[in-house]
């Protein structure tokens, strides 16, 4: 796993909305200088595809002459990643829907290679290689543990409910890009996807069922601040919405933590409600389920732990060690049989994040390619 954060090449960067492209670049897993945002002009391709070119422009010409040595970024899908094509229904980029070859775009415009990826994988990958992971294993380290996590995976919670899986340091793009959790079923309501039951139209939705005010305009946030009481409405009804929620959103990240047996991250605007969520999302995670036979099992196998929490951090350090005597001989080793990973919020934002991991995936990969072609000179 690649470090960055001292690395001295520059990528540019573009976070893509539907109404605003904000354009930067980034050193060392650093923002260098202000982004330059535009208008995304979605609607209109040639136009759109125009706007980039000249955001873009835009960032180097504030570079001093420096030229960066790719372009990095998050782009809505579907879309073949790999090979840099946007194409599919893509409510965000109507124009965009009958495919745009948009990576080869770009490269023959720069001359620099292009990478694009999902935000939840970026967010995932950003978080594994300069966020919330080198922190736990610093942390483990800095407590006398000799336990050591490789595996990530990172939740992203807003207008969408994302994923983004890193094993053993390598982002998982899939076969397909298409590494998903928004579709997966959602555990309180049948045939439903669970993504009607995390993202912000969830909790606008729950808190209008459970108060009987529908007003559409109010945010997140105006239901936060009424769950605080700190703005007129139901405070039960606010508190049961971001709680249903985390039951979810919990139900839903049981099954990936079981398959991929990796520390849990959560990332977007909605974890400032954390205080609200995280009890039912650490209880659904920490659940149980039965066999035909009557036996009770945990639903995580491994033990999970609230990585926020000091006093959880450290009994999470500590685990069940104990030396255990090498048969035949004096010789001990030392045994931790306790299955364990973590849930925590991000530190440093899904945004954050998102650019770190486009960073380091361009970095990464151009290294690869540098090692690669190394190895095929020597041969």
């Not at 094509?85 to 720069?110: H, T, W």
């Not at 919670?157 to 994923?163: A, E, K, R, V």
């Not at 053993?168 to 899939?174: A, M």
């Not at 049989?337 to 151009?366: C, E, H, M, N, T």
């Amino acid at each position: 796993m690649g470090n960055y954060t001292n690395d001295s090449r520059i990528v540019l960067t573009l976070d893509a909305g539907g109404t605003n492209m904000v354009f930067g670049a980034m050193r060392g897993e650093e923002y260098v200088g202000a982004p330059i945002t535009l208008p995304s002009n979605a609607n209109d391709l040639d136009l759109c595809l125009k706007t980039m070119v000249l955001g873009f422009e835009s960032v180097m010409n504030t570079l001093g002459g420096e030229k960066p040595v790719a372009i990095s970024f998050a782009f809505p899908g579907p879309a073949d990643y790999p090979n840099g094509i946007i194409g599919g229904y893509l409510p965000n980029f109507p124009s965009f829907r009958d495919g745009v070859a948009l990576g080869p775009f770009l490269q023959e415009k720069f001359g620099i290679p292009v990478f694009i990826n999902n935000d939840g994988d970026l967010y995932a990958y950003g978080e594994a290689l300069g966020g919330v992971l080198p922190q736990i294993n610093a942390q483990l380290e800095y407590l006398g543990s000799s336990k050591r996590y490789h595996n990530l995976i990172g939740y992203t919670f807003g207008t969408g409910f994302g994923i983004g899986c890193v094993i053993n340091g390598q982002l998982n793009r899939g076969d397909n890009s298409c590494v998903e959790t928004y579709c997966l079923p959602h555990s309180r309501i049948q045939d439903v996807i669970v993504e009607d039951g995390v993202a912000v139209r969830a909790i606008k939705r729950v808190y209008g069922e459970r108060s009987g005010d529908n007003d559409p305009n109010l945010t997140p946030k105006d239901i936060f601040d009424i769950a605080e009481g700190t703005r007129p409405g139901n405070p039960d009804a606010a508190q049961a919405a971001f709680a249903e929620m985390g039951t979810v959103a919990g139900n839903a990240m049981a099954l990936a933590a079981q398959l991929m047996d990796g520390i849990i991250v959560i990332g977007g605007g909605i974890t400032a409600s954390k205080k609200y969520f995280m009890p039912n999302l650490l209880d659904a995670l920490r659940g149980t389920t039965h066999t035909l036979s009557g036996d009770t099992l945990a639903k995580v196998q491994m033990k999970v732990y609230n990585l926020d929490d000091e006093t959880e951090f450290a009994a999470f350090a500590k685990g069940s060690a104990r030396e255990i005597k090498v048969y035949g001989s004096d010789r001990t080793v030392t045994y931790d049989p306790q299955k364990r990973i973590g849930v925590l919020i991000s530190k440093i934002g899904a945004s954050k994040a998102i650019s770190v991991g486009a960073y380091d995936f361009a970095l990464a990969q151009l290294d690869a390619l540098k090692k690669l072609n190394h190895v095929s000179t020597e041969i």
